[in-house]
């Protein structure tokens, strides 16, 4: 026969199976309404159902790709860094000017409206 802690006065005895399984119920039973009781669950609870709230939420918005390092750092470059324009053998711009973007790409928006 086990042993059990009865809950009257906390005293070991020896149970049957059937008292033992009363006994853990009985203590089962208590660790919940303690849980309830506690003012932190539901605390606990809201933020549990508010987070998967949140994730359903993002699971249906359209979140473009992130692209990768490498393409990030070549647009980059491209905006922050001036072109440099070399000459070559049938070009009449000589070698070493150097342009940024925006400068070129106003200068072809002109050319563009003069035609």
Do not use: C, W
Not at 17 to 31: F, L
Request: charged fraction near 25%; charge should be neutral; glycine fraction near 6%.
């Amino acid at each position: 026969m086990p042993y059990a802690l009865i809950p009257e006065g906390f005293t070991l005895k020896k149970v049957t199976k059937a008292q033992e399984k009363a006994v853990k119920d009985k203590r089962r039973h208590d660790d919940v309404i303690a849980i309830l009781n506690n003012p932190e669950t539901i605390t606990l609870i809201a933020g549990i159902i508010s987070g998967g709230l949140l994730i359903q939420q993002l699971k249906g918005l359209d979140i473009p790709e992130i692209p990768d390092y490498e393409g990030v750092v070549a647009k980059i470059d491209a905006k922050l860094n001036p072109v440099t324009i070399v000459k070559d053998k049938t070009s009449a711009i000589p070698s070493g000017i150097t342009a940024s973007l925006e400068t070129l790409t106003s200068a072809l928006l002109e050319r563009e409206q003069n035609k």
